[in-house]
């Protein structure tokens, strides 16, 4: 992927707000909808939540690297840290029809991401996860 844009973030929470920005900047360079750029401000804004939350149980700063692109009407976005090894993927689809309090905790996240993006495909490579989201526009 020709990253249009690359970003590189410490395992920090705070750094959200840098890649929010950076989405919304890329977003509007590129004529997205407001709605567009919500939606993949929430996307990124999950997973990077949980790969900070979860995936470095070991003090420490670590970099991770949102890479964005646009190729004709495909967005593409690439996520790579050398976090725990971990593929979202595998995580089970929720029961959304149980009661909220009925539910396990987790999963809601990565559904939202299935849901709004149009493929997701995860790979662990050379001690680092690489996650790639693609949307159809």
């Given at each position: 992927?020709?990253?249009?844009?690359?970003?590189?973030?410490?395992?920090?929470?705070?750094?959200?707000?840098?890649?929010?920005?950076?989405?919304e900047?890329?977003?509007?360079?590129?004529?997205?909808?407001?709605?567009?750029?919500?939606?993949?401000r929430?996307?990124?804004?999950?997973?990077?939540?949980?790969?900070?939350?979860?995936?470095?149980?070991?003090?420490?700063?670590?970099?991770?690297?949102?890479?964005?692109?646009?190729d004709?009407?495909?967005?593409?976005?690439?996520?790579?840290?050398?976090?725990?090894?971990?593929?979202p993927?595998?995580?089970?689809?929720?029961?959304?029809?149980?009661?909220?309090?009925?539910?396990?905790?987790?999963?809601?996240?990565?559904?939202?991401?299935?849901?709004?993006?149009?493929r997701?495909?995860?790979?662990?490579?050379?001690?680092?996860?690489?996650?790639?989201?693609?949307?159809?526009?």
């Amino acid at each position: 992927m020709e990253p249009v844009f690359s970003l590189r973030i410490a395992n920090r929470l705070l750094e959200l707000d840098r890649v929010a920005d950076a989405v919304e900047a890329f977003g509007e360079a590129h004529g997205l909808a407001a709605k567009l750029r919500y939606q993949l401000r929430l996307v990124l804004d999950e997973l990077l939540t949980n790969t900070i939350s979860y995936g470095y149980p070991e003090d420490g700063e670590h970099v991770i690297t949102v890479s964005m692109s646009q190729d004709g009407s495909r967005l593409r976005f690439l996520l790579v840290d050398d976090a725990l090894p971990f593929d979202p993927l595998t995580a089970k689809t929720p029961d959304l029809g149980a009661e909220a309090d009925a539910r396990p905790i987790g999963g809601l996240g990565i559904h939202l991401v299935r849901a709004i993006m149009d493929r997701v495909a995860y790979e662990r490579v050379g001690g680092t996860n690489r996650l790639l989201l693609e949307k159809d526009i």
